[in-house]
């Protein structure tokens, strides 16, 4: 089964950017769709971006309006890594990062329980 080790996390001013990562082992990433979800306190762990391992579509949620332009999920095969680049932070982005993969491949929501395999997630706080 595949593991994932989230990094990149830690604290950064209003404004920032940030390029978290999703490193997988025990299996290739071409097989799933991995999603970027995160938690703040207090809410519901919530989706904010998906992709689908063989063919690289990117997929974000109309609800989470508040990310779109902003952040940008990646994957290097070659490294079996998928990224969350997030530009122009704001301290409503604080929260807990979380990568989760699908056994798919394909993206079909933000279901947490569709979800496999999580890493242990990876603090980002913005704040001045």
């Known amino acids: 089964q595949v593991q994932l080790v989230e990094s990149g996390g830690g604290l950064v001013q209003p404004g920032g950017s940030l390029r978290l990562s999703c490193a997988a082992s025990g299996g290739t990433l071409d097989r799933y769709a991995i999603a970027w979800f995160r938690q703040a306190p207090g809410k519901e762990r919530e989706g904010i971006s998906c992709?689908?391992?063989?063919?690289?579509?990117?997929?974000?949620?109309g609800s989470v309006n508040s990310v779109k332009g902003r952040f940008t999920i990646s994957m290097d095969n070659a490294k079996n890594t998928v990224y969350l680049q997030m530009n122009s932070l704001k301290p409503d982005d604080t929260a807990i990062y979380f990568c989760?993969?699908?056994?798919?491949?394909?993206?079909?929501?933000?279901?947490?329980?569709?979800?496999?395999?999580w890493g242990q997630g990876t603090q980002v706080t913005v704040s001045s």
């Open positions: 992709i689908t391992g063989d063919d690289g579509r990117t997929y974000y949620p």
């Open positions: 989760a993969a699908d056994l798919g491949p394909y993206c079909i929501g933000y279901d947490v329980h569709s979800y496999d395999y």
